[in-house]
């Protein structure tokens, strides 16, 4: 008896000092998460309603009329369009060749963590850096560019890589960078998930006869790679609607430096001239809340088609 | 238990120590990142910025300047800020906060003085001062009659040819835009290449020069005024240099830079006349220059007027001390600046008695230099801004690489720049 009223009147500072722990550690990451991240968010809104021009004070409301230029905005709605192309190119391909690399990583049987290694070493070259390697070594338009030094070994002609609309062989070499640097990234997301995939399921399958090749990954290793395949789709979509580096790297900045960004501007190198360059930090705002919009919905979108989330079949 | 009793002692920390320890550390850290930018002796600092100079002495340079100045004036000092990439975005940042320089070099634009983020300068420029500067320095920094910003040095483009090709095929230096389409056409051969307008084909460097050689304009009044049909022939005989299949395109640099021309990839580039220096070491006196030929009889030879400009922060708490040491520094001291423009790179000295007098600039290609900015150097005006270079790039873009009609093209970017040029006014 004693023990117990003991316990229930110590049980108010108890829950005093879980309180004081809980806020002790809760607080630094809310504070950060509330300077950095919610009250840029919640300024960024407020100027993008907001004619804020060399100011990033919301002195003169404009209403909703920088969505509106945004949107009836010709150069914006082509960098939408850009975008979308450069996606359909990277994403599938993206998706194809890191769940082979997988595989083929998977089954190999000694070196194993040496190959999963060497592939996943371009995550962690920076974008800069690699556009410039594509750029000025492996694509640039003279004969003695390593691409034009191979085509030339079969007897062709060098071809201008970067800088002409018609052929537009420019988004090879966009499209080559970022696969280089993600596909790595994701073959080990996928090799994690051909690591779930139960033994017990292949023995079954080759116990009644199954091809070990086509038939086993066709009605086991794919459907067991799902959500796996789901995330994979989902992440690189993202990370391609916010592509900006290689981009800039390879095409130009555009102003007096290189005129080549005309050819396939992205959303984000247009805001990134209309906030910085230009100052019109209301507009960039604007253009920043619209991607944002975008990539939810079509992320919203692409999850409900393939019914992300569910159990596996 | 002798090592259980020094691991206790030693990493086991009381939650007063912890805070303790944990105050300090973010106070120094806090403490670091405020920077009172005092020198210590000095009754008022001034912060100046520079974008990093690429020329070898440069910075020494600047450094040198500040310590003559508070040489003479023990109350002032002067702390130099030398930055590396991408200045434009650090600048206009810094000045958006109360942090920024007092002093910085920049171009003006029309709503810098909008935002009250520059102070007029019109008390240094006696009238003996703005006489030594030419009409394009001045209209450069000037917005609503004001003067907002002092000219350090000049920075042009030139049309370099090597003497050597065109004299072994038999062409003159191309003054018009024909000769120029068919003299990059004769000297292309093998690997080297007749032109070199940049890795875009001219979208960047041409944007402006060629309808100014066609007589056209951008900016009047405050009014768009290049939709017109010389703009678009001008657009449409840029096309025909790239379809000559003469241009170099995909060089490891750009323009900007005298590589393809110093390493035989090209016969002629468009280059700037910070170059010079480089490529007189690699090509000796085989070089020539001529401006931008003029597009036809109606049009005129051009080449830009660029340059940086030294301004003052309207809310630096120094405004008085800043415009002595600016005075003091581009407009009194003609030794200092002469040094500026002349011994590390290669620039021409905005104030026309020391570009005259310089003994660099007295002959050769840099005499040619100067007499060419002088004589065909035109500049956008402030008011001009990035988004209307992005309107017309495009139009270019669709004209040049994608076969498009000229006319319509114009028209779309000049509606465009017009819609630009109506929120710049707001």
Known sequence: MSSLSSSVARRPNADRSATIAFWAFISPALIGLTLFTLIPIGWGFLLSLSHAQNTIHFTHFVGLRNYIDLLTDEEFLRSLATIVVFAAFIVPLTYAASLGLALMVNRVATGRSFFRTVFFIPSAVSYVA???IWRVSLFNGLSFGFANHLLSLIGLAPIVWIGTANPPWYWLVLVTVRLWLQVGFFMIIFLAGLQEIPSSLYEAAAVDGADP???MLRHITLPQLRNTSISVLLLSLIAAFQAFDEFYSVLGSGGSANGNISLARPPLVYLYSLALSNQDFGRGAAGGFILTGLIVAITLIQGRIVRFGEADP | MLRSHFNHHHLCVTRRQFLRTTTAVVGGVLAGCTDS??????????????HQYGEAGTQEAVLRYAAEYTRRYPDIAIKVVWVPGDYGTKLSTALLTAGGPDIFEDALTFPMVGASQV???DDLFTPEIRREFSAPDLAA?????????VRMIDDTGLLYYRKSLLQAAGIEPPTTMDALISAAKRLSSGDRK???VGNDGGIS????LAPWSAGSEFLSDNRIVFDTPRTAAA???VRELIASGALLIGAPTDWADPSALIQGLTAMQWGGLWSYPAIYKALGDDVGVVPWPELDDQGAPVTFAGGWSQMINAQSRHIDEAKRFVRWMWLENGALAQDWALSYGFHVPPRQSIARNAAPLQSGVPAQAVRIVQQHGRLLPPIWNSAMTTALSDALTNIIQKGRPAAPEVAAAARKCERELERSLE
């Open chain 1, 130 to 132: 690699a556009s410039l």
């Open chain 1, 213 to 215: 090749g086509w038939q």
């Open chain 2, 37 to 50: 930018g005092g020198v210590p002796g000095a009754r008022v600092t001034l912060t100046q910025w520079y």
């Open chain 2, 119 to 121: 102070v007029p300068l």
């Open chain 2, 141 to 149: 920094n000037t917005v609503g009659g004001k003067i907002y910003g």
């Open chain 2, 194 to 196: 007749g032109l070199f």
């Open chain 2, 205 to 208: 460097a041409l944007l402006t």
């Open chain 2, 235 to 237: 657009y449409e005989r």
